[in-house]
């Protein structure tokens, strides 16, 4: 091949030695019950070995819904930390040096406000906001398509994405400020194929945003990320991430003229979770060492292996430091990192990647000829193709065209089930009582004021980010901030 690693357009990886320069960042996603409790899961994890958090943020916070609001009752601390103003956040990180750790947030509707969270625990503790590093997922497009999580309409919800862009392009330029998410489309049950095409078309709506906005190009792509799947089939996946940086670069270039360092694709990667099953359990730990030998293979940056559990409830301490130490099998032992991108030249991944690459494109015209990526959210028609996707893999493990091990295939007669992970039944109470406090201790007046403030910006064309942290510093709730703008923005319903 004549082209080498850290060449455009990056197919064989952004960096000329990869691995051996830096191994991946080995993150470990967690979050749940209280922060004091995700707090001491995040100590243990550190104490483990982990290079970076990454914070799961329960459904209330993911929908701008406070602890006490009607419709949060039963899902507080359930499927991620339950936080609701800036005391939660101070001791979701109580201990944790902000300065020396990269953070990762899996937050989308609600990033700016967590965003603006997280710089004022970090300014608490007397850090440099300029020096932070770490990422918000902060792609509210995948929420439409995918996942659900979303608050506001697509257009709307795009100025809070560019704003938050624009802010902490300027205030956090470390900070990578989007991660442009492939991984739920994979979930919900899309191709390799349509993986890396939506993803990337929804890429492109980001920063054709971004430009209509007023910045230009390389203020702010050089701090875009993406998030990929690691699926099972383990040579495509390879291919996979191989197709989608190379792709990445031409797009870039060709329809933005962007320079060097916006064409490189930064990415996390993570194993699948639609892949784990409740039956046989511990075969899972062998699904995670595949998918994430063949992310570190595909040149990831960033990566989180799943614990063999999670099919079951959330992930035990034993269970995720089973799945951190699989990363460091990887990385210490199997000799995969001094090698940059050792299946390049192999005939068949480089037909394989040139075979996604085409197909990706194609779709990618496809979205554009409908207007583009919110165009095609709106129209329903992305959502179609990963249901009609969803719906041909189901049938084809039914009738055992694909096998799944322990599921359709190698049954075994008793199902052995590990005791579950249990969040606390009283979580919920003490939180509501938490917050009920943070609302007493607090200046009526000040947060009525910066409220309104924040309603008068999103009336106009103000950039939101100041007026969201002036709000959580004064202690308004992440679910006062979405109302407010909820008010002006109105609510994204789906059509049936």
Same mark, same amino acid.
């Given at each position: 091949?004549?082209?080498?690693?850290?060449?455009?357009?990056?197919?064989?990886?952004?960096?000329?030695?990869?691995?051996?320069?830096?191994?991946?960042?080995?993150?470990q996603?967690?979050?749940?019950?209280?922060?004091?409790?995700?707090?001491?899961r995040?100590?243990?994890?550190?104490?483990?070995?982990?290079?970076?958090?990454?914070?799961?943020?329960?459904?209330?916070?993911?929908?701008?819904?406070?602890?006490?609001?009607?419709?949060?009752?039963?899902?507080?601390? %359930?499927?991620?930390?339950?936080?609701?103003?800036?005391?939660?956040m101070?001791?979701?990180?109580?201990?944790?040096?902000?300065?020396?750790?990269?953070?990762?947030?899996?937050?989308?509707?609600?990033?700016?406000?967590?965003?603006?969270?997280?710089?004022l625990?970090?300014?608490?503790?007397?850090a440099?906001?300029?020096?932070?590093?770490?990422?918000?997922? &902060?792609?509210?497009?995948?929420?439409?398509?995918?996942?659900?999580?979303?608050?506001?309409?697509?257009?709307?919800?795009?100025?809070?994405?560019?704003?938050?862009?624009a802010?902490?392009?300027?205030?956090?330029?470390?900070?990578?400020?989007?991660?442009?998410?492939?991984?739920?489309? %994979?979930?919900?049950?899309?191709?390799?194929?349509?993986?890396?095409?939506?993803?990337?078309? &929804?890429?492109?709506?980001?920063?054709?945003?971004?430009?209509?906005?007023?910045?230009?190009?390389?203020?702010?792509?050089?701090?875009?990320?993406?998030?990929?799947?690691?699926? &099972?089939?383990f040579?495509?996946e390879?291919?996979?991430?191989?197709a989608?940086?190379?792709?990445?670069?031409?797009?870039?270039?060709?329809r933005?003229?962007?320079?060097?360092?916006?064409?490189?694709?930064?990415?996390?990667?993570?194993?699948?979770?639609?892949?784990?099953?409740?039956?046989?359990?511990?075969?899972?730990?062998?699904?995670?060492?595949?998918?994430?030998?063949?992310?570190?293979?595909?040149?990831?940056?960033?990566?989180?292996?799943?614990a063999?559990?999670e099919?079951?409830?959330?992930?035990?301490?034993?269970?995720?430091?089973?799945?951190?130490?699989?990363?460091?099998v990887?990385?210490?032992?199997?000799?995969?990192?001094?090698?940059a991108?050792?299946?390049?030249?192999?005939?068949y991944?480089e037909k394989?990647?040139?075979?996604?690459?085409?197909?990706?494109?194609?779709s990618?015209? %496809?979205?554009?000829?409908?207007?583009?990526?919110?165009a095609?959210?709106?129209?329903?028609?992305?959502?179609?193709?990963?249901?009609?996707?969803?719906?041909?893999?189901?049938?084809?493990?039914?009738?055992?065209?694909?096998?799944?091990?322990?599921v359709?295939?190698?049954?075994?007669?008793?199902?052995?089930?590990?005791?579950?992970?249990?969040?606390?039944?009283?979580?919920?109470?003490?939180?509501?009582?938490?917050?009920?406090?943070?609302?007493?201790?607090?200046?009526?007046?000040?947060?009525?004021?910066?409220?309104?403030?924040?309603?008068?910006?999103?009336?106009?064309?103000? &950039?939101?980010?100041?007026?969201i942290?002036?709000?959580?510093?004064?202690?308004?709730?992440?679910?006062?901030?979405?109302?407010?703008?909820?008010k002006?923005?109105?609510?994204?319903?789906?059509?049936?």
């Amino acid at each position: 091949m004549s082209e080498r690693p850290g060449e455009f357009p990056f197919t064989r990886g952004i960096y000329p030695e990869m691995y051996r320069r830096r191994l991946w960042t080995m993150r470990q996603y967690a979050g749940f019950g209280t922060a004091e409790e995700s707090n001491r899961r995040y100590k243990f994890l550190l104490s483990q070995g982990i290079t970076g958090l990454s914070v799961a943020f329960d459904l209330p916070t993911q929908m701008g819904m406070d602890s006490d609001h009607p419709l949060a009752a039963g899902e507080v601390g %359930r499927v991620g930390v339950a936080i609701d103003a800036l005391p939660d956040m101070q001791a979701l990180f109580d201990g944790i040096a902000l300065d020396r750790v990269s953070t990762s947030m899996t937050i989308n509707a609600t990033a700016a406000s967590l965003l603006c969270l997280y710089a004022l625990v970090a300014e608490s503790q007397g850090a440099d906001r300029k020096k932070l590093s770490g990422t918000v997922q &902060n792609d509210i497009l995948k929420e439409y398509i995918a996942r659900g999580t979303f608050i506001y309409p697509p257009r709307p919800a795009m100025r809070i994405v560019t704003d938050l862009f624009a802010w902490a392009g300027a205030e956090m330029p470390e900070w990578n400020t989007i991660s442009i998410s492939g991984y739920h489309i %994979r979930e919900a049950g899309s191709t390799a194929i349509q993986e890396v095409a939506f993803t990337l078309a &929804n890429a492109i709506a980001y920063v054709e945003a971004a430009v209509a906005a007023g910045l230009t190009v390389d203020s702010f792509a050089p701090r875009l990320s993406f998030f990929f799947n690691a699926h &099972n089939n383990f040579l495509e996946e390879i291919a996979k991430y191989r197709a989608a940086r190379r792709l990445y670069a031409k797009i870039m270039r060709e329809r933005f003229g962007a320079g060097r360092r916006s064409c490189m694709m930064r990415f996390h990667a993570q194993t699948a979770g639609s892949t784990l099953t409740a039956q046989q359990p511990e075969v899972n730990a062998v699904r995670v060492a595949v998918q994430a030998m063949a992310a570190v293979l595909g040149g990831t940056q960033s990566l989180h292996t799943n614990a063999q559990d999670e099919a079951l409830s959330l992930p035990s301490e034993a269970s995720a430091q089973l799945a951190l130490r699989t990363q460091q099998v990887i990385a210490y032992e199997s000799g995969i990192p001094a090698v940059a991108d050792p299946f390049g030249g192999s005939e068949y991944i480089e037909k394989l990647t040139d075979e996604i690459e085409t197909a990706a494109r194609d779709s990618i015209a %496809r979205i554009d000829a409908l207007g583009g990526a919110i165009a095609a959210i709106e129209s329903g028609y992305l959502q179609r193709e990963i249901q009609n996707s969803a719906y041909e893999y189901q049938k084809a493990v039914e009738d055992g065209r694909q096998i799944v091990v322990g599921v359709n295939r190698f049954q075994s007669g008793e199902m052995q089930v590990p005791p579950p992970f249990r969040v606390d039944p009283e979580l919920e109470r003490k939180q509501i009582e938490r917050l009920r406090a943070v609302r007493a201790s607090r200046s009526p007046e000040a947060v009525s004021t910066a409220l309104a403030a924040l309603e008068t910006a999103a009336r106009g064309t103000e &950039n939101l980010l100041p007026h969201i942290l002036q709000c959580c510093r004064v202690l308004a709730t992440v679910g006062e901030i979405s109302g407010t703008l909820k008010k002006i923005f109105g609510e994204y319903r789906e059509s049936c």
